[in-house]
Nanobody, 115 residues
Framework: QVLLVESGGGLVQPGGSLRLSCVAS????????MGWYRQAPGKQRELVAD???????NYADSVKGRFTISRDNAKNTMYLQMNSLKPEDTAVYYC?????????WGQGTQVTVSS
């Protein structure tokens, strides 16, 4: 059974930090392109950052220099370190695992940036 479980979301003030985690069950993790997506109310889901199996990374322009994606294949876990958070970062953040024949999603974790 494939399962992706996100954690680490919450309420944070502007300028603050959060670290999201995504733990994967199943043998697909190490060979998957892993990504973080987000969806704000009334908006389409968008890519935040992704990371290949050999740790090459890609970021949306809006988060470059503030967010860092990483993965630990031994722990089947992906992370997103979010610094200098802004109100416009408020969204539900989703974990995604992508391969040639599959794309799996987690249930999402809410991140709210507000004073």
């Amino acid at each position: 059974q494939v399962l992706l479980v996100e954690s680490g979301g919450g309420l944070v003030q502007p300028g603050g930090s959060l670290r999201l985690s995504c733990v994967a069950s199943g043998s697909f993790f190490a060979n998957s392109r892993m990504g973080w997506y987000r969806q704000a109310p009334g908006k389409q889901r968008e890519l935040v950052a992704d990371i290949t199996s050999d740790h090459s990374t890609n970021y949306a322009d809006s988060v470059k220099g503030r967010f860092t994606i990483s993965r630990d294949n031994a722990k089947n876990t992906m992370y997103l370190q979010m610094n200098s958070l802004k109100p416009e970062d408020t969204a539900v953040y989703y974990c995604n695992a992508k391969g040639i024949f599959y794309s799996y999603w987690g249930q999402g974790t809410q991140v709210t940036v507000s004073s």
